[in-house]
């Protein structure tokens, strides 16, 4: 039976003495003071270090952990493991992380405290479009960094009006709401029309959204967001919020008929469900249905948007322009930024006082904004992204062929799914051994979401160490 062992030690030479021959540890540069050093005493293969460092000031303790991860095979000798951190228990625990903490980014690879790089297929889900490190984000960050970090919303400030002038110019929006993430861009949509849509009719203030979509986590976009699993727990959801089947008309007519709606949210892609895309006919139905019954067309695009399909706005596949469009993720460069943009039929009924941020619409995330937004906004970089897009999903389908643990490929540009048969959990964490990022998302899918700078030869790697992930799977 294993046990684990805990001992302090207090030099280089008593740690050495105390641990297995065979581990090598880094010592140099952070032995101090104290060290905490827990290994496994039962188990017959060689011990794996890994280390947590508490603080960095020269008299912060030190602490080692050893034991034997199931990707030992995978480690040198003398790198750090981290598969349960020990620091996972300073955190609330709304997230499952292992592995050592990620330290630096450059392009399309992530870097972490090891030293291990990792080829970037998940893009932060969907943030990093222009990849780490882009030499033009890094400069705006440095200029605008210099200049002005903060005034408050109280006054304009010159990035917000590039960059919105650049949504503008480059959407179907006349005014945009700027806020910090996905979930504050839904809060000020559902707002938005509800206070646009009770002007005449106090009860027309219901919210349809349909299932598997996601459309964030405070209670306006939790309570837009139609899957069960994450409402367990939360109950009750904010009152007025109606679910229907995502793509199918008939029966969002009957849910549609039940109630006097203020909004229709819809993501055109969905992400977090597994990559599913609306027909043109759905988006279509529902912008003729919103129309006759003055009811406001939100598409949240905050995943699929920002040339992610390979257009600017995913909406632009299906020709189906909404009334409201909510963005975050990628549009601030890595930085918290999030935008409602509207026409203007909707947001002339918004009075000052009526919404507002501290932070939203941050000059330093602007700056880096109006980067992400002339850059992706070129017509040949849209068209890198179709073609790119085009060659990851037909190698991902072609490797269909092959692994018949794989159910489906579906996608949109650089926005891919690879549906398989069970819970991808474990393909996911081998190929992060494997140094590939990937993304899970519902419907058992793998996401290929990589930056939008990603090269034929990124997609080439990426898929040739999938299928060896799948391969080991198999046999
Ligand atoms: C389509 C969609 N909407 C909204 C959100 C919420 O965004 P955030 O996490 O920035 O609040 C997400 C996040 O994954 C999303 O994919």
């Known amino acids: 039976m294993s046990r684990a062992c805990a001992a302090t030690i207090h030099s280089a030479e008593h740690m050495k003495a105390a641990l297995p021959a065979k581990v090598i540890l880094r010592t140099s540069g952070f032995m101090r003071k104290s060290l905490c050093v827990v290994w496994n005493t039962s188990e017959k293969h060689p011990y794996i270090p890994s280390v947590y460092s508490?603080?960095?000031?020269?008299?912060?303790?030190?602490?080692?952990?050893?034991?034997?991860?199931?990707?030992?095979?995978?480690?040198?000798?003398?790198?750090?493991?981290?598969?349960?951190?020990?620091?996972?228990?300073?955190?609330?625990?709304?997230?499952?992380?292992?592995?050592?903490?990620?330290?630096?980014?450059?392009g399309m690879y992530l870097y972490d405290k090891n030293g291990r790089k990792y080829l970037d297929f998940g893009s932060g889900i969907a943030v990093t479009a222009l990849g780490h490190s882009h030499p033009a984000i890094v400069a705006a960050l440095r200029a605008q960094g210099s200049k002005l970090i903060h005034a408050s919303n109280l006054y304009h400030m010159e990035p917000q009006i590039r960059f919105v002038n650049l949504l503008v110019k480059h959407s179907f929006g006349s005014r945009v709401f700027l806020c910090n993430s996905g979930t504050e861009a839904t809060e000020a949509a559902i707002k938005f029309a509800r206070k646009w849509a009770t002007r005449k009719n106090r009860l027309k203030y219901h919210v349809l959204s349909f299932t598997d979509g996601f459309h964030g986590r405070t209670y306006g976009g939790l309570s837009a967001t139609a899957q069960k699993k994450f409402h367990a727990g939360y109950v009750p959801m904010v009152p007025g919020f109606h679910y229907a089947p995502y793509d199918d008309i008939a029966a969002t007519k009957k849910v549609l008929r039940k109630h006097d709606y203020a909004a229709v949210f819809v993501e055109p892609v969905q992400g977090e469900s597994g990559i599913n895309s609306a027909a043109r006919e759905f988006l279509t139905f529902l912008r003729a249905y919103t129309n006759k019954h003055a009811i406001a067309l939100v598409f949240d695009e905050v995943q699929c948007g920002v040339g992610r399909t390979g257009l600017l706005w995913a909406h632009q596949h299906f020709g189906v322009t909404p009334d409201m469009m909510t963005l975050a993720k990628p549009i601030g460069g890595g930085l918290p930024l999030g935008?409602?943009?509207?026409?203007?039929?909707?947001?002339?009924?918004?009075?000052?006082?009526?919404?507002?941020?501290?932070?939203?619409?941050?000059?330093l995330a602007c700056a880096l904004g109006e980067v992400v937004l002339r850059m992706v906004s070129k017509k040949s970089f849209l068209a890198g992204v179709r073609s790119k897009g085009a060659y990851l999903k037909g190698r991902l389908e072609k490797l269909a062929g092959v692994h018949d643990t794989i159910r489906e490929v579906r996608g949109f540009g650089l926005m891919v799914g690879v549906e398989m048969d069970a819970d991808p959990s474990k393909i996911i964490a081998a190929c992060r051994a494997q140094g590939l990022l990937v993304v899970k998302a519902g419907h058992n899918t793998v996401r290929f979401m990589p930056p939008l700078v990603v090269t034929r030869a990124d997609i080439d790697k990426a898929v040739r160490l999938f299928s060896k992930v799948l391969g080991r799977r198999a046999r």
């Open 339 to 363: 935008a409602v943009v509207c026409k203007d039929t909707i947001s002339r009924v918004i009075q000052p006082g009526d919404h507002g941020t501290t932070f939203g619409g941050n000059p």
């Open 54 to 106: 508490q603080g960095n000031g020269k008299d912060s303790p030190k602490m080692y952990f050893l034991h034997r991860p199931a990707d030992a095979g995978l480690l040198r000798k003398g790198e750090w493991s981290m598969k349960e951190p020990p620091y996972n228990k300073l955190f609330v625990p709304t997230y499952k992380r292992e592995g050592a903490p990620m330290v630096r980014g450059k």
